[in-house]
């Protein structure tokens, strides 16, 4: 490479977090290795392994949280820019294969297999991979390569620019999104139990297709079902538990659920933003007052929001009485009936306004509950959630002061990195797992990591005072 | 009148008229290749701190851009459908240029400016509006240092959906995916031949 290297890690961009603020501290770690010097829009960090799969060009680098060095690369799948990538929720307890799904502007998706017991002996082959990367220093592009990532399948449908795709919280759903203003989902139809070394047997099959956007639709989401939490609310007698949220350059958002007939509807549409919504985030940090997850979502108009299900007192008893579990004796109702169980969405909170422009990107920590946001202006921004105040838990509890939503939400912001990425646009920031040498508390302290059009991936230490 | 989608009878202004500094324009600091891969791919790395004009040593950093600068580099790209510049054709011009907050008051290199171009396409139902802006877009972001942020806009009322493709040009993703379009990619390089 004739590029001169990157400057010490300390720069001028890591005296740039705001003094003013005592209560935290964002500092820059050295970037992930090598440097990829073309944009990269997006990284998305494993949920259990110390991985990251960021997206740039035609392709997706898988880097080593443990070292900060490229792992691998899944390339030459894709005939234009990889968007986004998705983890898949592992198939079976046994199985030691790591899937990744790839979004990309040539309308397709991709399915990637990495086999991490090939050649080893035993449990903890993934585990030997990633430290293989320590030996794997400068540029990557040297000798360890075979272990390469297999092209297992390929989603075709949409017409245009595939934009977002998630997994839902079992794995058994894909949604993606694209220009072409529709949601697709697609059900993992493979052999379940992943025997066969999971081995070409990958089988995907359309089960929806939404088009109620007048837009691209930019981003997807599943809301975390694991949580207690999310099984309650309005739609749970009539609908299946998944809820995906899906968020537009048509300026809204959509929620979609299952009905007893199997049909995805969209429930409800959250109108309020002034521009594009860029993302979405649902909470998954479960709340003390059990009640559903809020969703976060983040716009071109410069703003965070923060929305939240109206609890029906009223509609809860009705349906208790009905007293039918799901898909037993609703699938019989009429349509007209049906299109009635629509869920109402409140604004309860807009983040304090940092960006001067787009946010393109937002975090929301299921752990500290903290959000990290960043967009066109290059600045990085982490925020709390102000304890309510007991007046509001009591509102909270009688649920009817402001149409059942629940109390509205106040949030300040803790600290600001200007200049996250130098001059560049900052596409994307995520909260994630500590796994390097100068982790306090390894596998369990969070770190953010940015992703700009410098194609620098940036780890930041955030410290809580 | 004007009929159709194309406009017969552009008004063309001669060179002479345009507004110039006369002198050579900002563009031979800049890299030769003028094509966009740059917006889609950037290649060069801009080290944090570093002026942005540091790498080639050049004096003109304590020259900072201006409208005239910005007019200059996109008055010469040729009409997709006319063989005259945008210039000429008053698509582009100087006083809808607006430069936010102006360079020469950054208090430093990585802090952004805001340039604002609206364009007068030649009829209010030109269908390659897209397109010009495009090319608009895309030249000012591969010439201009990595802290300028280009938001290219249709004046209000110059088109019949000019809310529509503003909207669109301020879309990097839908820009960036744009520019991997192999058709859109040549109209653009060619329509961008005639920069300096």
């Known amino acids: 490479m004739s590029t001169p290297p990157p400057p010490a890690p300390a720069g001028p961009a890591a005296a740039a977090s705001q003094p003013s603020n005592p209560t935290i501290t964002i500092t820059p770690l050295p970037p992930f290795q090598p440097d990829l010097y073309q944009r990269a829009w997006s990284s998305t960090p494993h949920p259990t392994l110390p991985l990251l799969a960021t997206a740039h060009a035609k392709s997706v680098t898988v880097f080593s949280l443990a070292t900060f060095t490229k792992h691998s690369a899944l390339t030459g799948g894709h005939a234009r820019s990889v968007r986004t990538a998705a983890w898949q929720p592992p198939r079976g307890t046994q199985s030691k294969r790591l899937g990744l799904v790839t979004g990309s502007f040539d309308a397709t998706a991709g399915l990637w297999s990495f086999d991490g017991d090939k050649d080893r002996d035993g449990n903890g082959g993934l585990e030997r991979e990633v430290r293989m990367g320590d030996r794997d220093t400068e540029d990557g592009d040297g000798g360890e390569e075979e272990r390469e990532w297999e092209f297992n399948l390929v989603l075709e449908g949409h017409e245009n620019e595939v934009k977002s795709l998630a997994f839902s919280p079992g794995g058994q759903y894909l949604a993606t999104s694209s220009r072409d203003k529709s949601v697709w989902i697609w059900e993992d139809v493979s052999n379940p139990t992943g025997d066969n070394d999971g081995e070409d047997d990958d089988e995907w099959e359309t089960v929806a297709v939404l088009s109620e956007h007048d837009g691209d639709v930019k981003a997807v989401a599943w809301c975390p079902t694991h949580l207690a939490n999310a099984r309650a609310g309005v739609g749970r007698k009539h609908y299946s538990v998944e809820v995906l949220a899906s968020a537009s350059y048509d300026d809204t958002v959509r929620i979609w659920r299952e009905d007893a007939d199997g049909e995805w509807v969209c429930v409800a549409v959250l109108e309020g933003h002034g521009g594009t919504v860029w993302g979405l985030q649902w909470e998954g940090k479960e709340r003390d007052d059990g009640r559903f997850p809020r969703l976060m979502t983040f716009s071109a108009d410069g703003t965070i929001k923060v929305w939240t299900l109206r609890v029906d007192e009223e509609e809860t008893e009705e349906g208790q009485q009905e007293g039918d579990p799901f898909r037993s004796g609703f699938g019989g109702m009429p349509n007209t009936m049906r299109r009635s169980l629509r869920e109402e969405w409140d604004c309860t909170a807009v983040l304090p306004k940092v960006h001067t422009r787009d946010v393109y990107s937002v975090s929301w920590s299921a752990d500290t509950g903290l959000v990290a946001s960043t967009g066109s202006d290059g600045v990085v921004a982490v925020y709390a959630e102000k304890e309510s105040a007991p007046e509001d838990v009591s509102m909270a509890s009688s649920g009817a002061e402001n149409g059942g939503a629940g109390p509205k939400s106040t949030w300040k912001v803790l600290g600001t990195v200007s200049h996250a990425h130098g001059p560049y646009e900052v596409n994307h920031i995520t909260w994630c797992k500590r796994f390097d040498p100068g982790a306090e508390r390894k596998g369990k302290e969070e770190m953010l990591v940015t992703t700009g059009d410098d194609g620098v991936v940036r780890p930041w230490q955030v410290r809580i005072a | ?196």
């Not at chain 2, 063309?12 to 290749?33: C, F, W, Y």
């Not at chain 2, 100087?94 to 936010?100: A, N, S, V, Y």
């Not at chain 2, 290219?152 to 990097?172: E, I, N, P, T």
């Open chain 2, 1 to 196: 009148m004007e009929r159709d989608l194309d406009n017969a009878n552009p008004t063309i202004l001669n060179v002479s008229q345009l507004p110039s500094r006369r002198r050579t324009g900002p563009a031979a600091r800049h890299g030769p290749d003028s094509k966009c891969d740059s917006i889609v791919y950037p290649k060069h790395h801009w080290p944090y701190g570093a002026s942005s004009s540091s790498d080639e040593g050049e004096d003109d950093a304590e020259d900072p851009v201006d409208a005239q600068d910005v007019y200059d580099l996109i008055s010469t790209i040729s009409d997709p459908e006319h063989p005259h510049t945008l210039g000429q054709l008053s698509v582009v011009r100087l006083p809808d240029i607006h430069l936010t907050p102006t360079p020469a008051e950054l208090p430093d290199p990585d802090s952004l400016v805001t340039v604002l171009v609206e364009l007068t396409p030649t009829i209010n139902h030109c269908s390659l509006a897209t397109v010009i802006g495009l090319a608009v877009r895309c030249r000012l972001e591969h010439t201009l240092p990595p802290n300028y942020r280009v938001d290219v806009r249709m004046k209000a009322g110059s088109h019949a959906q000019d809310d529509q493709v503003s909207k669109q040009l301020g879309d990097k993703e839908r820009v960036a995916a744009a520019l991997e379009n192999d058709t859109l990619q040549r109209m653009v390089d060619k329509m961008l031949e005639t920069c300096a």
